[in-house]
């Protein structure tokens, strides 16, 4: 059992039309709440009690303003500690509490280390999806006492990939992505940042912008889970605007006005004053103006677009969007890449200077998804080893899980307010655990999927301390903040793809060699429509079945 305290701050509120602020119906067996308020700070009143009583019913108690309220979780997994989802993982029985045994070029420039597990990784893994199983279909809120950003709510879909066929969760899903986009993408073609029962609404941290790209690629993830081309055909013309709108942001060169392949976020100056003009889920951080992490995820977006044209035959369409793609692949290394950093450049703002702190969702992004070179991602993941090797210095300690940046924020206005947040002090240095994830995705398109195994048996040894009971952990403090987030799932996709092997595309699957350690292991996942079982076998992925055949 956990318990923290979450005091309410009056905020101001933008709220969509009243016709879009109730959900018009409910989904069987309550998969879709639609009576949540915010936690975040950003409303004036907080309901109380809408998780223990009725949702179709309106006698939830309302507190006022400025109000502390105290709220207890507890962790009630069913008997034998099975997910409520169909999740079928069935490690090797050669695999014990044992870690990796494979030799691993992961820890090379780091002290050597031998993560150790209290009980069997596949009782840890079992209970790490149990355990965050806990929306019920709440599925972009993280977490029942969240609201729901639409600017993370691509995770969501990436997260279900691990999951065999699940019909009511799947419904779900698809009823939520298609109410926020028919209702929540302004005429411009903005979708809002955040939903909650009053409406749509934006964070008062600045004009957040990853919602625009993550629009697009939910429908792309989702589809690529169940194959559902009407569900694709029908959000068109809604991820059309979207992306129409992402174009527009393309920053333009103002001498010889080319267009540069990357994206410049309007009303965000990117300055060092404190402001309120952050752009990305970094909510505090001061990522503005011709940023890599929007442009990383429009790179994403764009490709998604060309691939989910074709895959609903609109061959036109195809071409248009993959030649935009190539011109932000170009244009992201071109600007943000940095020799002298050996890594990429965080975000420049409107005076030309560069913000750089090692921020690691954007590289390692970058890696994954083949928007760096095979040199560069190598640089990338040694400049990691060297950042992670002083850290770990500073600590004395094992860091388990992947740092939001590596480097300090040396320049107070960097953060909104002026905070001076300390290092690690949550989104400056503190892990969020979605990133984890993407390591493990990049360590093994790198290096090898031993070295994704260690570091995924290294992320379940601090869940084994913690739970992952909190958005962000401080791993020198050894403490956590703010509430339990969902996407922590997120590693267990990276372990799906680098330590598994296993990648999924609209245009069929591919697999690279597992971890030897996996040998015997089984897994079933949903691909297009249909359970796909797979084993390691003398050291390669062997498909059994498709299709429950």
Known sequence: MESWTTKTTKRKRILSSKKHSKMQKQAPSYFFSFAKPPVDGTAALVSLGVETIDRTSNHSKKISKGTTMGITWKINLSPGGESFSNFQLNLSTNIQKSYPSSSSTRFSRRKTYTPSLSTTLSDTVKHFVSAYDIWLGWIFG?????????????????????????????????????????????????????????????????????????????????????????????????????????????????????????????????????????????????????????????????????????????????????????????????????????????????????????????????????????????????????????????????????????????????????????????????????????????????????DAFVLFVSSMEVYQENSFWGASYDWKAKTLSSEPLSDSLLVMWGFMRGVLGINMDLDGLSFSRPAQDLEGTTFSFEHLGEDITVAVKNGTIVVLNTGGT
């Open 142 to 450: 993280n977490n029942p006492a969240s609201v729901i950003c639409l600017h993370e709510m691509a995770w969501f879909p990436m997260i279900q990939s691990i999951y065999a066929t699940s019909p009511a969760t799947t419904s779900a899903l698809e009823k939520e992505i298609i109410f926020l986009l028919e209702n929540g993408v302004m005429e411009n073609g903005l979708p809002w940042q955040r939903w909650y029962s009053d409406g749509f609404y934006d964070a008062p941290w600045g004009p957040l912008h990853d919602q625009v790209p993550h629009s697009i690629l939910a429908v792309y993830f989702m589809a690529m889970k169940t194959g559902n081309v009407a569900f694709v055909e029908r959000l068109m013309p809604q991820i059309d605007r979207v992306a129409e709108y992402l174009i527009s942001l393309e920053y333009k060169n103002n001498i010889t006005g080319q267009l540069m392949g990357v994206i410049a976020v309007k009303n965000s100056s990117g300055l060092s004053d404190g402001l309120r003009h952050a752009t990305t889920w970094y909510d505090i951080i001061e990522f503005g103006n011709v940023n890599s992490y929007i442009s990383i995820y429009a790179t994403l977006a764009f490709d998604a677009m060309a691939k989910m044209k074709a895959f609903i035959g609109d061959p036109v369409g195809a071409a248009t969007w993959k030649n935009v793609y190539k011109r932000f692949v170009k244009g992201f290394n071109e600007v943000f890449w940095s020799d002298d950093l050996k890594f990429y450049i965080d975000w420049i703002d409107i005076q030309g200077k560069q913000h750089n702190y090692l921020y690691t969702d954007q590289a390692l992004l970058a890696i994954v998804f083949g928007i760096a070179n095979e040199t560069q991602s190598k640089i990338i993941l040694e400049t990691l080893d060297d950042a992670y090797a002083d850290l770990e210095k500073l600590c004395s300690c094992r860091i388990g899980v992947t740092p939001a940046n590596m480097w300090n924020i040396s320049v107070l206005g960097d953060v909104v307010g002026n905070s001076t947040l300390g290092f690690p002090g949550y989104e400056n240095g503190c892990s969020f655990f979605h990133t984890t994830g993407l390591e493990i995705a990049a360590r093994a398109k790198v290096s090898s999927a031993e």
